[in-house]
Every structure is written in structure tokens, then in C-alpha cells.
């Protein structure tokens, strides 16, 4: 069975991964959290000695802890883990959210080895942002001071992995955060980092305390691990891989100079660049893009096919605007087709209105009563113009046939776009990419996955689109239109931001495939290391060799303009 899916989901679902970094990765998030109770002591197990043994290790090393009170103590059913919950306030105790410190311990059940910890210190509390430096050191610290300074050698160095806050919105109107940066301990095997796991999770506070941590140990005794020095030298592999045949051409109307989580104050500038393919991983022996599952080479016939056509529209321009919650409602009514909006909708349970001044976008997010619907409306807060909306429906995939054909649904994409897509949109790429979905591999138990996980069937079609200029794609010039199998009506759609004209470079006289594959040769990098393959809480047995493209120091393309290898640094978590 083959399945479409637009340009973004493809790169998140196949072994593909995109030119630039995902906008998701290292974001700081904001997650609201009510204040816990501790009033009730029903789950009080004797604590295991092993377990005891971890505890009075861990509070030596965080001595706040000694402070806290037993409030549960429980081994955690189908799992063969122990949980242990403390606080500041006994059970008897009146509850008062304010001045409440909290902490959640996981241990082995049967060894008593830490596998995590979570705690929130009243006294902590604060909403500045930690430096990576404090960050990297305070972990690699306590991951040296818990298993001594020979068993730190089983990982690597740390590396800084995004940031986050925890708040406890009171009552009375205000609120109290918990601001945390992420460090993360790659497991070393055979001197080779493992991606995808195995090694230690920690994060670290503005004063330098360790307030998160998680690490499940794997056992190593009867593990088969593939010998380095079975791989071809790095640069036979790439000169496998970088060919004129995976070299694309295109326009970016505002290429930052670095990619960071916000690009409010990050300079840009319209670029035609060139960009090569680059594949998650690749055989360590014949170059060839492999399965991350399986850790087979991609079978030709199993990579994703690509289907391109131009598309020509006299484009009215219409503008969308939002400028409250009640205008979003309007339009998830009007546009997206759910007539009773106004007083079906509500705002959604977990959404907590923050006025962050640094974002230059509002969210709008619903849901109903019964939790079965969720949209949302993102707008530009400067001119409230809609950049994305959707309305989902929490239901089964149809098992009946569709009831409108992707050509009729296609028909509709245009139709929308005709009415609201920029001026400029007067010539699109349409794209659409299908692949053959991959065998899952043996060491897979199906049985063990979630119910209904292995269903891809859906109950929208969606459709991608980028503007072109002189013949040439513009990327961050997109537009997604989703419409719905069963209705035919649009359901979901991404807008570029409307324009009457682009400032582009000429595409005359650019610089061949030929002169831009020897500048990416000469400049990307590939590392040999491990990935060690995951699906659904499931571990393959074995770790695979691989390489992989070197991004650490950001992600190049080769100006077509110039001939010169452009390299843009990544600075997710800033400080």
C-alpha cells in the first residue's frame, strides 16, 4: 500500500531528514501544571532495602531532600519499577499550594538502581534560564559524583538539549515557575557515540541543581556490537553520496544567518542556494541511505517517490485576519466549516494565556467538552494575518471508502488557494511524495503495540504547494491545504505571508551542480557512530553502525549565485 503525505510530514516520518534543522528542536516550552495534593497516603509499601540504599544516596547528594516526607511509596504494576513521592507538607497538614515542594523518585524494584527523578523545590523556583555552561557542568558533576569517575567514562560528553519551564498557576492570579536546561549523555561503545538512547537525561536549574533525571541502563553482557573498523574510510562513504542526482536548486526568501528558536531579532536575506539530499543514515559500507529500524539499506523501490507539476493561478489575495479568540472562532466556523463554533468551542483545557513579548505569533487553541474536537488558529500578532488553522476530529480511521476522490479534493486545494493565496502565487510546484510503508522488523511484538498503531489509514487528504520564481521553488514560500475524505471541505490550511512582489536573485548565470557538489565534498563532514533502534517503548537487540552527517557546528548549502559553502550555526537554546 502506498501513502501521500505533504513535504513536512514525509521528513518526519522516513529515515529522511530536512536541509535546515526542525523548528521543534530545543524549544522552550511553557506547560501549566496544577499545584499537587498531599493529602492522601493510601499508597504506602515498604520501601525496599536495595531501593533505601539508592535513597540515602541521592539525598547525600541533594540534600533538600531530607527536608521532604514520604507522601507514597509504591512498585509500579507491569513495569518492575518502585515510585517513592515526597513533600513538605504532611498529610494532615492543611494543603496550601504556596511555599509546596514536591519530588518523584523511579527506582528498579528488584535492584534498586535510580532510573529518575523530578523534583520541584518551592526555594528554587525561578524563571531564569540557566547557561549551557552551568548547565554541561553541573550534570557531567552529578553524573560523576553518582557512579564515580570510571563508570562516567560510559558516556560522552554532554550536550546541551533544549530548554523548558514547569508553572503552578495559584488562585489568587499569580504564578510560579520553574525554569530547567536539558543536557543529555550519549552511552560510548567502542569509543563511538549511540544515537537514539541508552544514555543518561538530567536537567539543571538557574542555581545549578539538578532537578530532573533519567536513565534506564541497558545490559551490555550478551549484546552483539558491530566492530568499527568494519567501515568504509568517511570520505569513499560520502563521495558515494553527494552526487549532481541529489543536488537541488531553490530559492529561500529570508535565510536567517543562524537558526535559533525565535527569529524576531535574527537577520535574513534572500538566497538561491543549493541543497544535497541529506539521509538520516547511511551504510557504513556501500553509502546506500538505510532503514533506521531494520538498519537494511532503503530498497529503491521502497524510497519515497516524488510527483511534482505546475500549477498556474490568478491568485485574489484575500486576506485572513485574527485579532482575538472570538474572531478565531469566527473563522474555524466560516472557513474551516464548523458552523456551531462559537458555542461548541471552547478554549482548550491546557492552554494558559501567557503574554510573551519575544514570540511574534498568537495561538489560538479550542477543544469540546468531550474532548473530541481540537482546532487552533495561529496568527502574526503584528498584522493578525492567519498562518496556519486546523480543526481535527478525534475519530477512527474510516474503514468505508472515501466519499470524495483526492482528484475532486485536490479541486477544492486549488479552488481555496485561488481565493487566498498571495498575489505572488501565481505559479506553484505542487508536490506530492508516496512511499511504500517498510516491513516492521522481526524484533517488533506487535503485540505489545497500542491498539490500532499500525493503521494508516486517514481521513484527510493534504496537499503541498510552493511558490516558484523564474522557474525555481521558493521554500519558505509554502502552502498546505487539508481536505476532508469524507465532507470534501477544507479543513486545515498553511498560508504564506501575502505579498505583491519578491525580491529574489536572478537564477541567471548560477553556478553548476558540477562546481556545488565539490563545495558540499570539500565542507560536510560525516561521523561514524551507533544508532541503537526504538519503536513504541521497544528496543532492537542490537545497536547499528552508521554514518551520519556532522551538524554540530550548524547546516551549510553552497550559494548559487556565488559558488561559495554558506554555513548557518545552530543556536536553539541561547542564553
Not at 237 to 261: G, M, N, W
Not at 409 to 431: C, G, H, N, R, W
Amino acid at each position: 500500500m502506498k501513502y501521500s503525505l505533504p513535504l513536512a510530514a514525509l521528513l518526519l516520518a522516513s529515515s529522511l531528514v530536512p536541509a535546515v534543522p526542525a523548528l521543534a528542536a530545543g524549544t522552550e516550552s511553557e506547560i501549566a501544571q496544577p499545584a499537587a495534593s498531599v493529602k492522601s497516603t493510601e499508597h504506602l509499601a515498604p520501601i525496599p532495602p536495595a531501593v533505601q540504599k539508592s535513597m540515602d544516596k541521592l539525598f547525600s547528594l541533594q540534600p533538600e531532600l531530607k527536608r521532604l516526607h514520604v507522601t507514597g511509596s509504591y512498585p509500579s504494576e507491569g513495569d518492575g519499577r518502585f515510585v517513592v513521592t515526597l513533600s513538605n507538607q504532611k498529610p494532615e497538614e492543611a494543603w496550601n499550594p504556596k511555599g509546596l515542594s514536591n519530588a518523584h523518585l523511579i527506582f528498579d524494584n528488584s535492584t534498586g538502581e535510580l532510573l529518575g527523578f523530578d523534583l520541584q523545590i518551592w526555594e528554587w523556583a525561578s524563571d531564569k534560564m540557566p547557561s549551557r555552561q552551568l548547565t554541561l557542568e553541573a550534570a557531567d558533576r552529578f553524573l560523576t559524583e553518582w557512579f564515580g569517575a570510571e563508570n562516567r567514562q560510559k558516556f560522552g560528553k554532554p550536550e546541551s538539549n533544549g530548554a523548558g519551564s514547569s508553572t503552578t498557576h495559584h488562585d489568587d492570579g499569580t504564578k510560579t515557575t520553574w525554569a530547567t536546561r536539558h543536557a543529555e549523555f550519549p552511552l560510548v561503545l567502542n569509543g563511538l557515540p549511540v544515537s537514539g538512547g541508552g544514555g543518561p537525561h538530567l536537567g539543571v536549574d538557574s542555581f545549578g541543581h539538578v532537578v530532573n533525571y533519567t536513565y534506564t541502563p541497558i545490559d551490555l553482557d550478551n549484546i552483539s556490537v558491530p566492530k568499527p573498523d568494519t567501515a568504509r574510510p568517511a570520505e569513499e562513504i560520502k563521495q558515494k553520496a553527494v552526487t549532481a542526482d541529489s543536488i537541488d536548486v531553490s530559492y529561500i526568501e529570508a535565510q536567517p544567518e543562524k537558526y535559533t528558536r525565535l527569529s524576531v531579532n535574527t537577520k535574513t536575506k534572500p538566497v538561491l542556494r543549493y541543497d544535497f539530499q541529506r539521509y538520516g543514515y547511511l551504510h557504513p559500507v556501500t553509502g546506500k541511505p538505510i532503514d533506521t529500524l531494520s538498519g537494511k539499506e532503503i530498497d529503491k523501490n521502497r524510497q519515497p517517490s516524488v510527483s511534482k507539476q505546475e500549477v498556474t493561478l490568478q491568485p485574489k489575495g484575500q486576506p485572513i485576519i485574527v485579532r482575538s479568540e472570538d474572531e478565531a472562532k469566527q473563522l474555524i466556523g466560516q472557513l474551516l466549516g464548523m458552523a456551531d463554533a462559537r458555542t461548541k468551542l471552547r478554549t482548550a483545557e491546557h492552554r494558559v494565556p501567557e503574554n510573551n513579548e519575544d514570540n511574534p505569533q498568537q495561538m489560538y487553541e479550542f477543544d469540546t467538552e468531550d474532548h473530541q474536537i481540537f482546532s487552533y488558529v495561529l496568527v502574526d500578532k503584528r498584522t493578525g494575518q492567519v498562518q496556519h488553522a486546523s480543526v481535527q476530529v478525534n475519530r477512527e480511521p474510516q474503514e468505508q471508502a472515501a466519499k470524495v476522490t483526492k482528484e475532486e479534493a485536490y479541486a477544492t486545494a486549488l479552488s481555496f488557494l485561488q481565493t487566498y493565496a498571495s498575489p505572488t502565487a501565481k505559479q506553484l510546484e505542487s508536490i506530492d511524495f508516496s512511499w511504500e510503508e517498510p516491513e516492521l522488523p522481526a524484533w517488533v511484538d506487535k503485540s505489545k503495540l497500542p491498539e490500532g498503531i499500525l493503521e494508516n489509514q486517514s481521513n484527510e487528504y493534504s496537499f503541498f504547494f510552493q511558490e516558484m520564481h523564474q522557474g525555481i521553488p521558493v521554500q519558505d514560500r509554502s502552502y498546505q491545504v487539508t481536505v476532508d475524505k469524507q465532507t470534501g471541505k477544507v479543513v486545515g490550511f498553511s498560508l504564506a505571508v501575502p505579498k505583491e512582489k519578491l525580491e529574489l536573485p536572478d537564477a541567471k548565470n548560477i553556478v553548476t551542480k558540477t562546481q556545488a557538489v565539490t563545495m558540499f565534498l570539500k565542507n560536510e563532514a560525516l561521523k561514524l557512530q551507533y544508532i541503537w533502534p526504538q519503536y513504541m517503548n521497544q528496543r532492537a537487540p542490537a545497536p547499528i553502525l552508521v554514518y551520519g552527517w556532522d551538524n554540530s557546528k550548524g547546516y551549510g548549502y553552497v550559494d548559487a549565485t556565488t559558488g561559495e559553502y554558506v554555513n548557518v550555526p545552530v543556536e536553539w537554546d541561547e542564553e
